[in-house]
């Protein structure tokens, strides 16, 4: 076997296994290998077991990277994150907190369209500088790759300013970015009242040019009762999946209009948030494999009631959890506050946790294939944790344990 690091002295090694989604009891299937060791060939994995077994290496000596028994699992996959925007809404956080309910602030032209307001007047550079901060803090808590949606500009400019500073961020830092377009984030103040006719702006002009131009794989809409309803959406995004792009959703977050039910329809590649979904939405999209992204990060922000982790994964769902990092609803990227609150409050167990946040947030970006677990042939995106077990993920809560961030076989961040 070749290789060019060896990562040995791991006292255990947990990983969920396959190149598809774990859904269901699946879920709970992580394989635990103790003394392991991992053998990496340039970006990838090629061999991982336990030491006893190890085959000896041919040819020029790997690095060693001794992991003083300390517990390794794959790189955390955020799946959901609006991580290119202007300005900040530390004032509408204070008045959620006062009690002022999210809907009423986008209703008064806050929210969304405050940042809005800022994005439209980043430049490229301002994108790139805040988004390269953010992505670094991102990777010291073990993300290796991370999906960012545009939606902060809404016009034709801003919009591509925002998948352009996310092209650039994915050239200059080591964290792999997945690019969606949310255009129909809003309906913007040009088009107010008028959400069919910024639809068919959408995919008349804006479309076409992002395909072209290669600038997404994924389009996104917030379909919600006043943003974007079920009609709309259908629209939006069977002309999305035309042009070539695989669909998101923000579905059922502050009311339940079928959003989910929708997303099954459609064969979305995930619906996200679910707040509010029906239970027969979720077992169409159980039947139709759409991944179901859960955010409890927003929920505990929007003190909104966690989504029904335990009744998706019960009746065959697959669930991933992501941050869904954004100005409004949710600032933060805490992957390990998402953790602990799966933990605490959606009665995740914390097999069903790591899957989440490895295995099947690769799944809610298309990227199963090669990244989300710690497989021979899978990208070398690995963590240590300052910890013996996986077991100590949502257990520390809120804090972060990893200590040493492998990306793309290469140690991208160590702390002292
Ligand atoms: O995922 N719900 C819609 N979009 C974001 C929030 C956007 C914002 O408030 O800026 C979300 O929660
Ligand atoms: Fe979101």
């Given at each position: ?21 774990r ?17 990496v060939?340039?970006e ?7 030491a006893?077994e190890a085959?000896?290496i ?13 517990a ?20 509408e956080?204070?008045?959620r907190a ?6 009423e ?14 994005t ?7 994108m ?8 670094q ?9 991370v999906?960012?949606?545009?939606g902060?500009?809404?016009?034709l ?8 500073a ?6 200059v830092?080591p ?6 377009y ?21 995919i008349?002009?804006?479309?076409p040019?992002i395909?072209q131009?290669?600038l ?6 917030f ?6 309803e ?7 995004l ?9 669909l998101?959703m ?18 979305a ?16 999209m159980a039947e ?5 992204t859960?955010?409890p990060?927003?929920?505990f ?8 982790a ?12 992501a ?17 602990a ?10 097999e ?12 809610a ?5 090669d ?20 077991r ?25």
């Amino acid at each position: 076997m070749k290789a060019t690091l060896l990562v040995r002295n791991i006292g255990e090694l947990a990983t969920p296994t396959g190149t598809s989604a774990r859904a269901g009891s699946d879920m709970r299937g992580v394989s635990v290998i103790h003394d392991a060791v991992i053998a990496v060939d340039g970006e990838t994995i090629a061999w991982v077991g336990p030491a006893t077994e190890a085959p000896a290496i041919e040819g020029a000596p790997p690095k060693i990277l001794d992991a003083g028994g300390q517990a390794a699992i794959p790189g955390f996959i955020d799946s959901h994150t609006h991580l290119v925007f202007g300005g900040y809404r530390e004032d509408e956080f204070y008045w959620r907190a006062a009690g002022v309910p999210y809907m009423e602030i986008h209703e008064r032209g806050g929210g969304i369209a405050n940042s809005v307001r800022a994005t439209r007047e980043a430049s490229l550079d301002d994108m790139i500088s805040s988004g390269a901060k953010r992505l670094q803090r991102m990777l010291e808590l073990g993300v290796t790759t991370v999906e960012g949606k545009s939606g902060y500009g809404l016009d034709l400019d801003t919009e591509i300013r925002q998948l352009e500073a996310m092209r650039t961020l994915a050239t200059v830092q080591p964290v792999d970015i997945v690019p969606t377009y949310l255009g129909a984030h809003s309906v913007p103040e040009e088009y107010k009242g008028s959400p069919g006719d910024y639809i068919d702006y959408m995919i008349d002009t804006v479309l076409p040019l992002i395909r072209q131009r290669k600038l997404a794989t994924f389009c996104d809409i917030f379909c919600e009762r006043g943003v974007f309803e079920i009609e709309d959406s259908r629209r939006f995004l069977i002309a999305a999946r035309e042009a070539g792009f695989r669909l998101k959703m923000h579905a059922d977050e502050i009311e339940r209009i079928g959003g989910a039910g929708l997303a099954a329809e459609l064969r979305a590649t995930s619906a996200d948030h679910l707040l509010k979904a029906s239970i027969d939405d979720l077992d169409a999209m159980a039947e139709a494999g759409v991944v179901a992204t859960c955010l409890p990060l927003t929920a505990f922000s929007l003190r909104e009631p966690y989504a029904n982790a335990r009744a998706m994964i019960d009746r065959g769902l697959a669930v991933a959890l992501a941050t869904d990092l954004n100005p409004g609803s949710c600032y933060s990227h805490s992957i390990p506050l998402t953790a602990a609150l799966a933990a605490l409050y959606m009665r995740m167990s914390i097999e069903e946790i790591l899957t989440a946040l490895t295995l099947n947030g690769a799944a809610a970006i298309g990227l199963a294939n090669d990244r989300g677990s710690i497989e021979p042939g899978k990208l070398a995106d690995i963590l240590l944790l300052d910890a013996p077990s996986y077991r100590h993920l949502a257990y520390h809560v809120g804090m972060n344990i990893v200590s040493t961030v492998i990306k793309r076989g290469t140690v991208a961040n160590a702390r002292p």
